[in-house]
């Protein structure tokens, strides 16, 4: 079965660090296939994208909240895509989610794993 | 950054009716647009693609249109299952999603 699985979420308090796993079954992440993203969604809230590595890790983009804090980045042997956040703040409080691009140049996400919620509070 | 802003942000209605949800870039993405539907607590799902592309597997009930600035996503006769929060998505820059639209049973 073609799925992504996100791990890694929990309760942290601002300044805390956290690491956050998005492992694929089903397909093989290559260095020229399956670029990832993350998008997360507060509670009650919307979606919002939050970053993005190309098949290779060479191209790599974040929103501008999270530029600085977070690092993403994939281990293809591992078939498994990572999140680093660091200095997390109470606002990044959300509902993580990976998601595969659809094939081709544009940003469409045709394949979501069910998330992991990431909750910032003291 | 572009703002994506939909509308309307709810909307009632009932089962076989025809429904349209617009969304307003505050550039021109050209055709760089999705649309996905989410239900109660689960992941996004991808309807349409490329402002008008029907996703495999979607109904064709689902329909999008547009570009530029303005987009549509219309169900022609709507179904028990779509009642949902429906948001777009674009991907010209970096990528934004709009607020959503809730769709209720009216």
């Known amino acids: 079965q073609v799925q992504l699985a996100e791990s890694g979420g929990g309760v942290v308090q601002p300044g805390w660090s956290l690491r956050l796993s998005c492992v694929a079954s089903?397909?093989?992440?290559?260095?020229?296939?399956?670029?990832i993203h993350w998008v997360r969604q507060a509670p009650g809230k919307g979606l919002e994208w939050v970053a993005v590595v190309s098949p290779d890790g060479s191209q790599i983009y974040y929103t501008d909240s999270v530029q600085g804090r977070f690092t993403t980045s994939r281990d293809n042997s591992k078939n498994t895509v990572y999140l680093e956040m660091n200095r997390l703040r109470p606002e990044d409080t959300a509902l993580y989610y990976c998601a595969r691009q659809l094939v081709g140049p544009h940003w469409f996400f045709d394949l979501w794993g069910r998330g992991t919620l990431v909750t910032v509070s003291s | 950054d572009i703002q994506m802003t939909q509308s309307p942000s709810t909307l009632s209605a009932s089962v076989g009716d025809r429904v349209t949800i617009t969304c307003r870039a505050s550039?021109?993405?050209?055709?760089?647009l999705a649309w996905y539907q989410q239900k109660g607590g689960k992941a996004p799902k991808l309807l349409v693609y490329k402002a008008s592309s029907l996703e495999s597997g979607v109904p064709s009930r689902f329909s999008g249109s547009g570009s530029g600035t303005e987009f549509t996503l219309t169900i022609s006769s709507l179904q028990p299952d779509d009642f949902a929060t429906y948001y777009c998505?674009?991907?010209?820059?970096?990528?934004?999603f709009g607020q959503g639209t809730k769709l209720e049973i009216k």
């Open positions: 089903g397909f093989t992440l290559t260095p020229s296939t399956s670029t």
């Open positions: 550039q021109s993405i050209n055709t760089c």
């Open positions: 998505q674009q991907c010209s820059s970096l990528s934004t």
